[in-house]
Structures are given as C-alpha cells and as structure tokens.
C-alpha cells in the first residue's frame, strides 16, 4: 500500500509505502511529463538508498533529496501508522 505524503509546487508528487518488516519505507517521487509521461524516483528510508531515478535533471534529484532528508522522521513515522490521515496526533 502506498500513500500520498506531498505535492511539491513543480507538481511533483511524493507517495510512501507501508514499513517493511526489516524497518525500510519505500518513497517514490512522480511528476508528469508531457513528452515521456512520468518523470519518476525512489528513495528507500532510512539508508536514503536511491534507485529507478528518470527524468530529473541533478538539481532536480538534490531538490528531492533535502525534501526526503526534511521529511524523513515524519514519512518513518507515518509509515508505522497507516499514512498521514491515520496518524493519532496529527
């Protein structure tokens, strides 16, 4: 299962999974592209081990890295919980 986490202003959008049982959370990153449809990425926490990146210039994939490593302890804990919706104290 995946969930929506964030829109970023260049309609980037970000999604992450469920915790995986060795305590890994998938984040895959998609903006779409008129000429190849999607742009896309995944980071995978907490080694913030990137893989499947097409489409984003260098500048783009560091914009997306300070977003992940911003974000991180909340996409960990929204992971453990259901998503952002189902987070109790949010």
């Given at each position: 299962m995946m969930y929506p986490f964030l829109t970023l202003d260049n309609g980037t959008e970000i999604v992450?999974?469920?915790m995986q049982p060795d305590g890994q959370v998938k984040v895959y990153m998609e903006r779409p592209d008129s000429e190849v449809c999607?742009?896309?990425a995944t980071c995978w926490l907490?080694?913030?081990?990137?893989?499947?990146?097409?489409?984003?210039?260098?500048?783009?994939l560091e914009r997306l890295q300070e977003v992940v490593r911003s974000t991180a302890h909340?996409?960990?804990r929204f992971a453990q919980e259901g998503g952002f919706d189902s987070a109790s104290s949010f």
């Open positions: 992450h999974s469920e999607f742009h896309h907490p080694g913030y081990t990137w893989e499947d990146v097409d489409g984003f210039s260098p500048v783009e909340l996409i960990l």
